[in-house]
T-cell receptor
Framework: EDQVTQSPEALRLQEGESSSLNCSYTVSGLRGLFWYRQDPGKGPEFLFTLYSAGEEKEKERLKATLTKKESFLHITAPKPEDSATYLCAVQNRDDKIIFGKGTRLHILP | DAGVIQSPRHEVTEMGQEVTLRCKPISGHNSLFWYRQTMMRGLELLIYFNNNVPIDDSGMPEDRFSAKMPNASFSTLKIQPSEPRDSAVYFC??????????????FGPGTRLLVL
């Protein structure tokens, strides 16, 4: 069964303290891996799509990387406005999209 | 574009009542998705449509749930009768075309449903 596991469930960092969020996946034929950001009371907002192992994408303080078993979302020198829940999802060979439960990130000023 | 529009934003109802959630996808998008989000189970896909046709409803929890898409700009998710365990945030999302590799889904703000 296809599965996405995100860790940690929650993470508190000081402003400027870099860290990484993990997304481990088991999927039948990965067609894409997605990262979304979700703010309280809002719907998920698309960040990145990664297609193959070794691929990396960056946006401001965020960088997403992909291996054959997991993806990392690296956050460099985070600011309080980076506080949100970060969701990982995979698209399998049947085009089904499976979401992880997310990591709640809180950046303290 | 205004993005995906959902209504109502909040709904409080009593057990046994009928609940109808509404969604207007982004103009030009061919695929529409209904999700349910809870703390325990995360984001779960309930059903999706391609070109107004329901393709996969395997995520619909039971017969009390039904979804329709009468045209390209409108969809409803109905729960009849509602039960307390249906309390969750329901999201509608749309994308250009389901099955496209790396498709990006655009989510609405969600409807927060509380069934008493």
């Amino acid at each position: 069964e296809d599965q996405v596991t995100q860790s940690p469930e929650a993470l508190r960092l000081q402003e400027g303290e870099s860290s990484s969020l993990n997304c481990s996946y088991t999927v039948s034929g990965l067609r894409g891996l997605f990262w979304y950001r979700q703010d309280p009371g809002k719907g998920p907002e698309f960040l990145f799509t990664l297609y193959s192992a070794g691929e990396e994408k960056e946006k401001e303080r965020l960088k997403a990387t992909l291996t054959k078993k997991e993806s990392f979302l690296h956050i460099t020198a985070p600011k309080p406005e980076d506080s949100a829940t970060y969701l990982c999802a995979v698209q399998n060979r049947d085009d089904k999209i499976i979401f992880g439960k997310g990591t709640r990130l809180h950046i303290l000023p | 574009d205004a993005g995906v529009i959902q209504s109502p934003r909040h709904e409080v109802t009593e057990m046994g009542q009928e609940v109808t959630l509404r969604c207007k996808p982004i103009s030009g998008h061919n695929s529409l998705f209904w999700y349910r989000q809870t703390m325990m189970r995360g984001l779960e896909l309930l059903i999706y449509f391609n070109n107004n046709v329901p393709i996969d409803d395997s995520g619909m929890p039971e017969d009390r749930f039904s979804a329709k898409m009468p045209n390209a700009s409108f969809s409803t998710l109905k729960i009849q009768p509602s039960e307390p365990r249906d309390s969750a945030v329901y999201f509608c999302a749309s994308s250009l075309y389901r099955g496209r590799v790396g498709e990006t889904q655009y989510f609405g703000p969600g409807t927060r449903l509380l069934v008493l």
